[in-house]
């Protein structure tokens, strides 16, 4: 790990936990240069970490001009963070005015565990309405004329005044992993079981946000998921880490370890928890014992911090991006292992056959 991204992780420990300026101070001189400070702005970005790294950092010295970039694009993720909240409140009245509840899943939901909400960017609203999801597409488009996108595997698609909404009747892709079913099932039941907790929005309206047992299960599979196809950011890290902070007394951790393992996630799981540990402060008496692997963890923490897959994605409508796909496919291959029990040829069958025939309407059809 480069010396920037240490200190980049520094600063985030030092912004959740409102400590670490004796270390930061207790660095050589060398470290922490105008050069070094703009490569640790450069990895906040990338990583989805830039606001919540400014409150490790606004009082720190470094050059005045990257000082004032950063403090300004700080100010454009509280902007757009403000914009999606108004949109939720929004949403949420409307959505109890026709009897709907509202259950918020990832952004803004995970935002509320952040020592400040409005520095961990949201990029949609992703929300559930209890099995409810035709409904709530209808009261969107009788209401405010919304045309409804449906060509999306396991949620729905609406615009709201510059503002994705994702209407959720599955919580995982179904179809792209036969392991993801066995999942869903335990996410609905964990639903049906659970509603989750409450929240009054300033506007008096009422939301949900998911329990323990749904948010430890969903937001494991969400980033392994992405960590396999793509990649992952410190963002998810920090969600993870945050969760376990809040809720991880609240989590079967015997039974957790038994389905991960049973579904072969269990590795990028013990993987993740080390990185929160070792490198963002998270108490290791949070988490049950686990097999410690050094070599896979440091592999997984090279991964994020640097993807070994870089190639740049040719543009759209080039005959080529089959070709990148498979190649960043292939190179990704040993992420799949540690995340997915298929095998990778029935993985890279299946997945080809999801991406050519799309979305099934009967998935949606069976929630209404």
């Known amino acids: 790990m480069k010396k920037s991204d240490e200190i980049l992780f520094q600063l985030l420990h030092r912004a959740l936990w409102g400590d670490g300026a004796e270390r930061l101070q207790e ?13 640790i702005y450069r990895q906040a970005s990338y990583q989805g970490v830039l606001a919540l790294a400014w409150d490790g950092v606004k009082d720190l ?3 005045k001009g990257l000082k004032l970039t950063w403090a300004l694009n700080v100010e454009k993720i509280e902007g757009r ?18 009897g709907l509840d509202m259950m918020i899943i990832k952004g803004y939901g995970l935002s ?22 035709a409904k709530g597409d209808k009261v969107l488009e009788e209401t405010h004329n919304l045309t409804t996108d449906l060509n999306k595997h396991h949620h729905t698609v609406n615009y709201y005044k510059g503002v994705m909404l994702e209407n959720h009747y599955d ?19 964990a639903v049906q079981e659970n509603k989750g907790e409450g929240h009054t929005l300033s506007n008096g309206a009422k939301i949900y946000t998911p329990c323990p047992e749904f948010n430890a299960l969903f937001l ?45 996630m269990d590795k990028f799981l013990f993987c993740i928890n080390a990185i929160c540990i070792d490198h963002l402060g998270i108490s290791p008496e949070i988490v049950p014992p686990y097999p410690r692997d050094k070599r896979l963890e440091n592999r997984v923490l090279e991964e994020i911090l640097s993807p070994e897959f870089q190639v740049p994605m040719p543009k759209k409508g080039n005959p080529l991006i089959y ?24 993985q890279f069958l299946v997945l080809w056959m999801c991406h050519i025939f799309g979305p099934k309407v009967e998935n949606r059809e069976k929630k209404v």
């Open 323 to 346: 070709v990148w796909k498979l190649r960043r496919w292939s190179r990704n291959s040993w992420k799949n292992k540690i995340v997915y029990r298929e095998n990778l040829i029935n």
């Open 27 to 39: 660095m050589p001189e060398q470290v922490g240069n105008d050069e070094e400070w703009k490569e």
């Open 220 to 264: 494991l599979r969400h980033a392994a998921g992405h960590f396999a196809a793509e990649r992952i950011g410190l963002r998810h890290v920090v969600d993870w880490a945050l969760f376990l902070h809040h809720y991880g007394s609240q989590v079967d951790w015997k039974g957790f370890y038994h389905f991960a393992k049973e579904m072969n």
């Open 81 to 98: 963070y403000e914009r999606q909240r108004m949109v939720l409140e929004e949403l949420a009245e409307l959505f109890a005015q026709n």
């Open 112 to 133: 509320l565990l952040y020592p400040e909400p409005k520095h961990r960017p949201c990029g949609d609203i992703d929300f559930y309405l209890y099995g409810e999801y």
């Open 171 to 189: 919580f995982l892709n179904i179809e792209s992993h036969r392991s993801n079913r066995i999942i869903e099932r335990k996410l609905i039941n």
């Open 61 to 63: 010295p470094m050059d």
